[in-house]
C-alpha cells in the first residue's frame, strides 16, 4: 500500500511538474485571436489594449483578426478545432456563445462541449434609452404609453436574436407591453444608432459608449444590470420597476479550443487580467464604458452556464423560435 501510494504521488508530483514547465514555456511563438467584435466598437476597442498589454507582458507578438457578423460564427467554429496549444484563441460575445444556442438551428459549435473558458475580460451594461423627442421622461412614464398605446412606441436591434433584441424582448415581457421590433442586421449597427440618434427609432437598449455622450438627444431611463452603474448612478436598474426582469448584460471573454491545458489557459488569464488592471488601460476602459472582470476560468465557466440557464428561461417565455 505505502508503495502504491508513493507511486501515485510520484506520478502527480511529475505531472504537475510537467505543467508548470509547459506553462513556463509558454508561449514560443505569436498567439492569434480570432474575434467576432465588430470594428470601431467599445469590445474590440476593449480586446486591442489587453492584447497590447499582453503582447509586452509575454514577449510574443498577439494578433487580432476580426471576423464579424456570419463570418464571426464560422470564425467561432474553426478555433473550436484548431490545436489546443495555446496559439489559436478566441474572442467572442454573450451573443454569440450563449444566445446563438437557442436562436441558430444549426450552430456549428457549442461552447460548453468545444471550447476551454479561460476568462471573461470585459463586460458592459446596457441602458434603456429613448430619444428626447418622444417626450418619456422615466420607465414608468414609458410602460403607461406603451399600455395605452400598443406597438406605437419601436426599438431598434442589430437582427432577431441578437442581445439588443433579447432586450427588448425581456423588457415587453416583464412589464405586459406591446413595442414594435425593429432589426437592423449586425453590419447595418452604424445606421441603426444614427437612425436612433435622429429620433426615427424610439428606443434602444445600448451601452454607455453610445449613450453617455448623446445625452442632449436621449433620455436614459434605467440600467439592465443587478445594481446602479458607476456611469450614471442615477438611473435606477429596471429591476426597481420591475422585479421579474431577469438582467443580462453584454460581455466579451477569452476562450481556446477543447483540450487547451488548465496550465495554458490559467497562464492566458492571469496575463489578460493584469493587462486590463493597468492604470492607463483601466482608464481607457472606462471612457468606453466598460467594466473590467477578469475571471478565472473557473469563474467563467460557472458565469457561462448561469447565462445559458437565464436565456433559455427567457426564449421559452416569449415563445422565440430558432431560425
Known amino acids: 500500500m505505502k508503495r502504491t ?12 511538474f510537467a505543467s508548470n514547465l509547459l506553462a513556463q514555456a509558454y508561449p514560443a511563438k505569436q498567439i492569434l485571436v480570432v474575434s467576432s467584435a465588430s470594428p470601431g466598437t467599445s469590445g474590440d476597442a476593449g480586446l486591442r489594449l489587453m492584447t497590447a498589454k499582453m503582447t509586452q507582458s509575454m514577449g510574443q507578438p498577439i494578433i487580432v483578426e476580426l471576423r464579424s457578423a456570419a463570418r464571426g460564427a464560422q470564425a467561432h ?31 456549428a459549435f457549442d461552447v460548453l462541449k468545444d471550447y476551454v473558458p ?31 398605446n400598443p406597438g406605437k412606441l419601436e426599438f431598434g436591434s442589430t437582427g432577431n436574436g441578437s442581445y439588443f433584441h433579447l432586450a427588448g424582448e425581456a423588457l415587453k415581457h416583464a412589464a405586459g407591453i406591446d413595442l ?3 432589426p437592423y442586421s449586425q453590419a447595418n449597427y452604424p445606421q441603426l444608432q444614427t437612425d436612433f440618434l435622429n429620433g426615427r427609432i424610439a428606443m434602444f437598449m445600448t451601452t454607455w459608449f453610445n449613450v453617455g455622450p448623446n445625452q442632449n438627444r436621449l433620455k436614459v431611463l434605467a440600467i439592465i444590470d443587478r445594481q446602479r ?10 429591476t426597481d420597476l420591475l422585479p421579474n426582469f431577469e438582467p443580462f448584460v453584454v460581455w466579451w471573454g477569452l476562450l481556446g479550443p477543447l483540450g487547451l491545458p488548465a496550465p495554458i489557459a490559467n497562464r492566458l488569464a492571469a496575463e489578460s487580467k493584469k493587462a486590463l488592471q493597468q492604470p492607463d488601460i483601466t482608464a481607457k476602459l472606462d471612457d468606453l464604458g466598460l467594466d473590467v472582470v477578469a475571471s478565472t476560468p ?10 445559458i440557464n437565464a436565456i433559455g428561461r427567457l426564449v421559452k417565455a416569449i415563445g422565440l423560435q430558432p431560425e
Not at 5 to 16: E, I, N, S, Y
Not at 95 to 104: A, D, E
Not at 120 to 137: D, E, W
Not at 229 to 238: E, F, K, Y
Open 298 to 307: 473557473e469563474e467563467f465557466a460557472a458565469m457561462l452556464r448561469q447565462d
Open 118 to 148: 479561460i476568462s471573461m475580460s470585459l463586460n458592459s451594461p446596457s441602458y434603456v434609452a429613448i430619444h428626447n423627442s418622444r417626450g418619456i421622461g422615466t420607465m414608468q412614464d414609458l410602460i403607461d404609453y406603451a399600455r395605452k
Open 77 to 107: 467554429a474553426v478555433v473550436s478545432k484548431a490545436a489546443p496549444d495555446g496559439y489559436t484563441l478566441t474572442f467572442g460575445t454573450a451573443g454569440t456563445f450563449v444566445y446563438g444556442r437557442y436562436l441558430f438551428k444549426n450552430m
Open 229 to 238: 452603474s458607476r456611469h450614471a448612478p442615477n438611473v435606477p436598474v429596471v
Open 5 to 16: 501510494a508513493f507511486a501515485t504521488a510520484m506520478v502527480l508530483a511529475g505531472v504537475l
Open 180 to 182: 414594435l421590433h425593429v
